[in-house]
């Protein structure tokens, strides 16, 4: 989320700052405030301002100096990962050492036959869902390959299947890519090469590389898995051909049609085995309409399409490794320019499903509540759930542009979500309000006494709120079960207190707590830091939602029905009370309530019938709590919509 600061910086400033060295101060402590809620200094994307700042702050500012100033050091230490800004670094090679890790393997992998400003990447979605993490890898490195060899970046839609297509997804996907800070060059769709395509696939046929197969498909599935041929191979090509133009006219004949590659029935590489390439559907295209009855499958149109688009370098994850000798083949075959082929592994998460289908039968049954559910590895899903574009970003530059298979554990990217927030997100307090538990302090002020303080004790320009004492305040439930009669503890924000009574109804459960102020105490000494509320009318309603995983295996084999590893329940609300200052949060904004973890703000609060709701923020731990506190209701309700 952009800050609304809008004061700009301009080159002439930069210049006087530079010839009057009393003025850095001042200036770099308004940078970093201008930094408190942006990754660059104007829009979503690197700009010619933030390049102007870096080689600047390079100049003028030290490690030391940024590390005093949180917004203004994190800002820097990502320019500093940026590709675009590599030439621009000034540093001993030990100071790039400790950064080694953002950039990942992408540093130590250069494309083969890439020349500086004739690279061509392209990022080909399939408009037919919602951008995941899994798109997002592949989108960033075609960009960062794009931008590292000064080419460019094809976004194009393969738009193939119209079964399955809607314009809703694509615009989801550029609104997405935006969001990425991704920019591309060019906007293509492969729908806009379907005359050609069908000229290969002519060409394909006549020249005996490929024949129109009337058999079923299943049948066709059997016999590529044992190396039949199937009796429609080895027919005249006018037989084919006769058949393919059933197939453009959307004949029933032609529906039960589809073009196969001929190559090898023999193969020990079963993608190879004759292929299916080309498909009647009489399905509306979203983009096309009625126009066609036959469309490409994604095989037989990506290398052609990617050379008459000048794609230089296919990136393709290595799920489709088998299948990149079909890619040379069928663009040999077609004779065009044969693009290279470089590989790199799919992110794989633990309890994480990346399959669309698998999706979108989630969406569909209403096991959640869509697209940008919180618990979905969408895009949308983990910004709403709290997760930063940057921290997306530093994950998959660590990641690189390995081909290494591995399972990951998502916990890795939320803990490098919470080093980025942390420092810049205000702190509030709220406890659960079924069962808390009534402390009376004797010598506390009997009248509510207000008192300005820092929303966050490390970051002052993040501002202050309003804290109200009072001579009787409400504590967590689960801290009062803890305390002992006689004990010293610390009220956060106020000081140290001694508990000079516990009350007990007859099962010995807390119902209340007597203690007085002893705010000289030393809240190093005290064991217990407890939060807490006063008692008053002024208290702000919260529902705090924590999530489970959809799935209860850490990996779905291929042979596992689905249906028997979803997660019964996997959202828990929990009711409670704030401080009045939650009032004021907006939605998208992401904060800590102290002791209990990291949140944002998906619905602001309006009334007390409707109060704020604030969606948990993994933080990287996946069994440790961050308190005594626990905030998962007894009785879970519904999914959120």
Not at 4 to 31: H, M, P, Y
Not at 307 to 332: C, F, I, K, M
Not at 376 to 391: D, V
Not at 630 to 639: F, I, L, S
Request: hydrophobic share 35%; net charge neutral.
């Amino acid at each position: 989320m952009e800050g609304n600061n809008t004061q700009t910086f301009s080159n002439e400033e930069i210049k006087a700052v530079q010839q009057d060295s009393s003025k850095i101060g001042d200036f770099l402590n308004r940078l970093n405030w201008k930094l408190q809620l942006r990754t660059f200094l104007d829009g979503y994307t690197l700009g010619k301002e933030d390049i102007e700042h870096f080689d600047f702050l390079q100049n003028v500012s030290d490690a030391n100096t940024r590390k005093a100033l949180p917004h203004l050091d994190r800002y820097f230490k990502y320019l500093s990962t940026l590709p675009e800004l590599a030439s621009h670094i000034k540093e001993d090679p030990n100071a790039r050492k400790s950064r080694a890790g953002a950039q990942g393997n992408f540093s130590k992998l250069e494309l083969p036959g890439a020349s500086m400003g004739n690279v061509v990447t392209r990022f080909p979605p399939e408009p037919s869902g919602y951008l995941h993490i899994g798109h997002a890898k592949a989108a960033l490195l075609n960009n960062y390959f794009a931008q590292h060899y000064g080419g460019k970046l094809i976004l194009r839609f393969d738009d193939t299947n119209p079964m399955k297509e809607k314009d809703e997804f694509v615009q989801s996907i550029m609104e997405d890519l935006v969001h990425l800070g991704i920019k591309h060059h060019q906007l293509t769709h492969t729908s806009d090469w379907f005359d050609r395509l069908q000229t290969f696939c002519e060409q394909f046929i006549k020249e005996g590389h490929a024949y129109v197969d009337t058999t079923d498909a299943q049948t066709i599935k059997d016999q590529r898995m044992v190396g039949t041929e199937s009796p429609c191979r080895n027919q005249p090509v006018a037989v084919s051909l006769d058949l393919w133009e059933q197939m453009k006219k959307g004949t029933p004949k032609g529906l039960q049609c589809v073009v196969r590659a001929k190559i090898d029935m023999q193969e020990k590489n079963k993608c190879l085995r004759d292929p299916a390439i080309y498909r009647c559907n009489l399905t509306p295209h979203h983009k096309t309409g009625t126009k066609y009855k036959v469309y490409p499958l994604y095989d037989f149109a990506c290398p052609i399409v990617d050379s008459l688009e000048g794609v230089t370098h296919s990136l393709r994850s290595s799920e489709y490794h088998d299948r990149n000798p079909l890619y040379n083949w069928v663009a040999d075959t077609a004779r065009v320019r044969r693009p290279f082929i470089q590989d790199f592994s799919r992110l794989n998460f633990t309890y994480t499903l990346l399959s669309k289908r698998k999706l979108q039968m989630f969406v569909d049954k209403n096991l959640v509540g869509g697209w940008d559910d919180p618990r979905f590895p969408t895009l949308r899903g983990l910004w709403r759930r709290g997760l930063t574009t940057e921290a997306l970003t530093d994950f998959v530059m660590s990641q690189g542009a390995s081909k290494s298979l591995n399972l990951m554990e998502v916990e890795k990217l939320w803990a490098l979500n919470k080093q980025i927030i942390d420092p810049i997100i205000a702190r509030y307090t709220a406890i659960v309000d079924d069962g808390k538990v009534t402390l009376n302090i004797e010598d506390g002020p009997s009248d509510p006494v207000l008192k300005s303080v820092p929303k966050h004790k490390k970051n002052l320009e993040l501002g202050n709120k309003t804290v109200t004492y009072f001579k009787t305040v409400y504590l967590e439930r689960e801290d009062a079960k803890l305390i002992k009669e006689g004990e010293e503890v610390t009220l956060m924000d106020w000081g140290n207190a001694i508990i000079t009574k516990i009350h007990k109804d007859a099962d010995g459960r807390v119902t209340g707590v007597d203690g007085k102020l002893h705010l000289e105490g030393s809240v190093k000494n005290t064991e217990k830091k407890l939060t807490w509320l006063p008692a008053s009318d002024d208290l702000t309603k919260v529902i705090i939602c924590d999530f489970d995983n959809l799935i209860t295996k850490k990996k779905l084999d291929d042979g596992d029905n689905l249906d028997n590893f979803i997660t019964p329940v996997t959202i828990f609300k929990t009711p409670a009370i704030g401080d009045a200052n939650l009032r004021g949060v907006a939605r998208g904004e992401r904060l800590q309530l102290e002791r209990r973890g990291y949140f944002i703000c998906d619905e602001p609060y309006i009334s007390s019938d409707k109060p704020i709701v604030l969606f948990n923020i993994p933080d990287g731990h996946n069994t440790k709590e961050t308190s005594v506190l626990v905030t998962k209701a007894n009785k879970p309700t519904a999914q959120p919509k």
